[in-house]
Structures are given as structure tokens and as C-alpha cells.
């Protein structure tokens, strides 16, 4: 025992030993960055600015594009710092703050997810009630609920993986601190813990898959009941984009608990870990303007309004 090591940082995953390339990878998770910061960003302000967009499912959207920003926030400008640099550590304290942050990020958005399920549910099945059961107050508690489950889920998820030293080795074979690689090098005791975490918290997204599925099951039969075809387009147009998010969020969280654990770096694992880390982030704004007409709308009243003024100050 005298001659246990207590790793106090960790060794993050280098793809290549190449200078250029480290530098090329930095400059990719820069443009990524930006762009998924300006869609995110550009998202919320379209819908805070315009009254039009004042409606519970865009209050819940513009969360979702904050929760988006964060969890790319938290991982990929540690990434580009190091790319630059040529730095492959990461502190023990910077490493669970890492794994808290994207953790509670991760799982708020998931619980919007199911309230937004919800809300399209009342609004395409009971249109009549949708002002009663889904009132403002509603959906500040749902969003309160929300951040309160994540900021549980989180401090006993991230509690439990650094409650004991690691002693077994400090190489990551990722390029962020992943739970999978921190399993990976953690003892049994932190193993089993998590195991038992995990368990339970796969019993309680089952249970909401199960609600949300139930809830798109029935808008989709409401909507093939409807005569009007222009009511049904609406009301596609407006799920079309929470299904593809829902759909990407589970297939990107799939990867990355599902698949195997690298023990060797590789440009594969970097891919991988790029598809459900930075690509979610980046892509859900695109769906947003893209699949949803009145955030196109809004997005384009807002550009008209800014080139108006830039003529004006121009021929002022």
C-alpha cells in the first residue's frame, strides 16, 4: 500500500502525435463550436424577441437550445484549448466538474423532452383545454422539476464515480472526461455502485420512452383524423422537429452506453465520441429553423428588421 499511486489528473485521448493534426483538430472543434454557439444563441433570441413565439412549446424549445449550448460548452473548449496547445491533461476537480455539468445538462434536457411530449399531446388531442391544463405557472414548475431531477441524477451520479481515489491508471481514452473510461479505470466497489445507478436509471427512462411514445401514438391518430389538410401539416410541422430530436438525443445517448468501451485511441473513437457529444448540439438548431414554420417565419422577420435598420443608419 506504501507504493499506491493517487492520481490527482488525468491523461486525455491523443489521436495523433502529429503537430498539424492536433492543430487541425482544434481548429474543427472551433468551427463545430461556433456554429452550434450561433445556432443555439440565434434560436433563443428569435423566440424571446418575437411575441409571436411567446407560447409554452417555444418557451420549452429556447431551454432546450440553452441546455444545448451548455453541454457542448462544457466539453469542447477544454478540447480546443488542448488541441492548441498541444496539452493532453485534465485536474481531477476540472474532470468531475466536466462529468456533473454535461451529466445535468444531458438529463434536464431529456425531462423537457417528455413535458414537451406532453404539451403536444394536449394541444393536438384536447385543442379546447390546452389553456387550462397548460398554463404558464405549469410550465415554470415543469421546467423547475426538470433541473431539480438533473441536479439530483447529477451530484449522486458524479458522487458515486469519485467518492474513492483512482489508483489503477489515469490514461482516458476519450477526448473529455466520459463515464464509460472513468468506469473503466475506477475500482469495484465505485463499479458495482454505479451499476445499481444505472440500473435504476434505465427502469426510469423506460417508463418515459413508455410516456412518450403513448403520447406520440395518440397525436399521430388524432392527426390522420383530421379532414383539414392544412391543420394537419400544422400540427406535423410542429412534432416533426421533437421527434427528430428525441430521436437523435436517443441514438447519440445509445452510443454512448451501449457501445464498447475503447481501450486504445483511434481516430474511430474520436468520431464516435464527436457524434454524440458536439453533433446534437449543432444539428438540433438546423431541425428547429428548418422542420418548423413558424420559427422559419420568425427567423426571417428578424433578418428583415435588421437589414431594414442597417439601411437605414447606412442612408442616415
Known amino acids: 500500500m506504501d507504493n499506491l499511486t493517487v492520481f490527482t489528473e488525468f491523461l486525455l485521448m491523443d489521436v495523433t502525435a502529429s503537430r498539424e493534426l492536433q492543430v487541425l483538430q482544434g481548429v474543427l472543434f472551433l468551427v463545430i463550436y461556433l456554429g452550434a454557439l450561433t445556432g443555439n444563441l440565434v434560436t433563443v433570441t428569435v423566440i424571446v424577441t418575437d411575441t409571436r413565439l411567446h407560447s409554452p412549446m ?14 457542448i460548452s462544457v466539453i469542447v473548449p477544454k478540447v480546443i484549448v488542448n488541441s492548441m496547445t498541444g496539452s493532453k491533461s485534465i485536474s481531477l476537480t476540472e ?14 434536457e431529456f425531462a423537457l423532452l417528455v413535458v414537451m411530449s406532453y404539451d403536444r ?30 441536479l439530483v441524477y447529477s451530484a449522486v451520479h458524479t ?20 463515464v464509460p473510461q472513468i468506469l473503466r479505470i475506477s475500482s469495484s466497489d ?17 417508463l418515459c420512452f413508455s410516456f412518450m411514445f403513448m403520447s406520440y401514438i395518440n397525436i399521430f391518430l388524432n392527426v390522420l383524423k ?12 410542429t412534432c416533426a422537429p421533437q421527434l427528430a430530436i428525441l430521436l437523435l438525443f436517443v441514438i447519440s445517448g445509445a452510443i454512448a452506453y451501449l457501445g464498447p468501451i475503447a481501450k486504445k485511441p483511434s481516430l474511430r473513437n474520436l468520431l464516435t465520441a464527436m457524434f454524440y457529444t458536439v453533433v446534437p448540439p449543432f444539428v438540433n438548431p438546423l431541425i428547429y ?22 439601411v437605414k443608419g447606412f442612408l442616415d
Not at 417555444?58 to 453541454?71: C, H, R
Request: charged letters at 10%.
Open 226 to 237: 383530421m379532414c383539414s389538410v392544412e391543420a394537419r401539416n400544422k400540427a406535423i410541422s
Open 289 to 310: 429553423c428548418l422542420r418548423n414554420r413558424e420559427i422559419s417565419a420568425a427567423l426571417q422577420r428578424m433578418f428583415n428588421r435588421c437589414s431594414q435598420f442597417s
Open 121 to 150: 399531446y394536449v394541444a393536438i388531442c384536447h385543442p379546447l383545454h390546452y389553456g387550462l391544463i397548460i398554463t404558464p405557472s405549469l410550465c415554470s414548475q415543469a421546467t423547475a422539476g426538470s433541473w431539480a431531477s438533473g
Open 159 to 178: 458522487g458515486a464515480l469519485f467518492r474513492f481515489p483512482f489508483t489503477k491508471t489515469n490514461v482516458i481514452q476519450q477526448y473529455f472526461c466520459d
Open 58 to 71: 417555444y418557451f420549452f424549445i429556447s431551454n432546450v437550445s440553452l441546455l444545448d449550448f451548455g453541454s
Open 95 to 108: 474532470c468531475a466538474a466536466q462529468i456533473f455539468l454535461y451529466i445535468l445538462f444531458a438529463e434536464v
Open 190 to 206: 465505485i463499479q458495482f455502485s454505479e451499476f445499481v445507478i444505472i440500473a435504476i436509471s434505465i427502469c426510469l427512462v423506460l
